[in-house]
């Protein structure tokens, strides 16, 4: 970076965009007859995501590697070790990839019974419906989640949930 011919710490950068630039979602409601679908989703943008957990990264110690360094021989990863290696805890453009995607949160499908077909004395409503949340994530960022890098590595995973139910109006 400074040209002296030497590879040092006098050639550190601050590189990428950790910080989404761009934040945008979705919000459609859709009905038909006594059918009601409602979709949210939300994505970000123009930012990059530092791979900088144990996932990715070979394991700090001895005999200790990453999953994905694991399955990733012969490939463009840093090349194992039986021993611990600074080096390959070294921040760089190599672990750096683009974050952008687009996750549909939530999507709901209802359908509203006709009180003409049912007479129960009081009942104004009947609607049944299910949902799911965190349904799809479109990215190119593979094996982790975008949203969260360390959910299901470090932390707990963002779950994907189904739930359905009985709404009744009296």
Partial sequence: MNGDGFIDDN???AIGHTAPRL??????????LNFEMTII???RALFDIPLTNTYFWNGWGDNNYSDF????IGGAYPRLTYYKVNNNFVNSDFWLIKGDYFKIQNVELAYSIPLTKIHIVGLRGIRLYIRGANLVTLSDVKDVDPESINAGATTYPL????TGGIKLTF
């Fill in 11 to 13: 050639d550190m950068t």
């Fill in 23 to 32: 934040f945008y979602s979705l919000n459609a409601s859709l009905s038909y």
């Fill in 41 to 43: 989703g939300t994505g």
């Fill in 69 to 72: 360094v694991r399955d990733n």
């Fill in 159 to 162: 779950f994907r949930t189904f």
